[in-house]
């Protein structure tokens, strides 16, 4: 299938509030991620990922949001402070097989959690923070939420696919691409022998399910057609 086609079929996906696999590419994790939007994220959401991913449940927000709400790389603000805490600096991932620099920030719970680990808790700080994403200020951040919570969150870089090309970023991408709010929750897929989920079970896995899957090159074409200005979803 044409990747444009695949895409587009993804988009379609996501804006009913299905998931969608993305494998990033032999070359670098060779990781699949189930992904959603943050915005239809509820328990059952929640309960897919725990269960058929297995891997950490993260959120996955565009730089401008980031920015917005004054949340930093969690690399950065070790750096910042290691004079104090020296420990933290030598605990700056600098040594990443497949990066340069982590995409982590901190982690969060709605305030209206309970311990933040539950399906209801985790989807209920997912959501929230989608909501809030589209025109909350620091304050209603704060109000909302508090930190260290159970749900991390990884920014996107500034220039999505032109600076990396990681799950948060193609995921990010796809959420623009789709016109919905640039904030996906994701979850990297774990196989029954503990390792990362090959891609030939995670490609079995989506067939079974109705799934789209997608290469991270494949999101890499069609968000080319558009660097430097977004265009409607029906002009792909």
């Known amino acids: 299938m044409d990747p444009g086609e695949k895409v587009r079929r993804a988009i379609s996906d996501l804006r009913k509030g299905k998931f969608v696999l ?5 070359d670098r994790e060779n990781e699949v991620d189930l992904i959603i939007s943050a915005q239809f994220v509820d328990k059952d959401s929640i309960k897919i990922m725990r269960k058929d ?22 690399a950065d603000l070790y ?5 104090r805490y020296p420990i933290l600096g030598e605990l700056i991932p600098s040594d990443l097989p497949y990066d340069t620099k982590s995409s ?32 909350g200020s620091v304050d209603d951040f704060c109000r909302e939420f508090r930190s260290p919570g159970h749900v991390p969150i990884c920014i996107a870089r ?10 948060t970023e193609y995921a990010v991408t796809l959420m623009k691409l789709s016109e919905l709010v640039p904030v996906a929750l994701g979850c990297e897929m774990i196989g029954e022998d503990g390792k ?3 891609e030939e079970d995670a490609r079995a896995y989506a067939e079974r399910n109705g799934l ?7 999101i ?11 265009q409607p979803v029906h002009s792909i």
């Open 220 to 230: 890499e074409e069609v968000f080319d057609r558009w660097l430097g200005s977004w």
């Open 79 to 83: 750096q910042r402070i290691s004079d």
């Open 212 to 218: 789209i899957f997608l290469e991270g090159y494949e």
């Open 53 to 74: 991913g297995g891997g950490l449940i993260v959120l996955m927000i565009a730089w401008e949001i980031a920015d917005r709400f004054n949340l930093p790389y969690l």
């Open 158 to 167: 500034k220039g999505l696919l032109k600076e990396r090309k990681g799950h």
């Open 196 to 198: 990362s989920m090959s």
């Open 104 to 135: 982590f920030s901190i982690s969060i719970n709605h305030r209206r959690t309970f311990t933040g680990i539950s399906d209801e808790d985790r989807s209920l700080t997912a959501r929230r923070f989608a909501e809030l994403s589209e025109n």
């Open 22 to 26: 993305v494998h990033d590419g032999i």
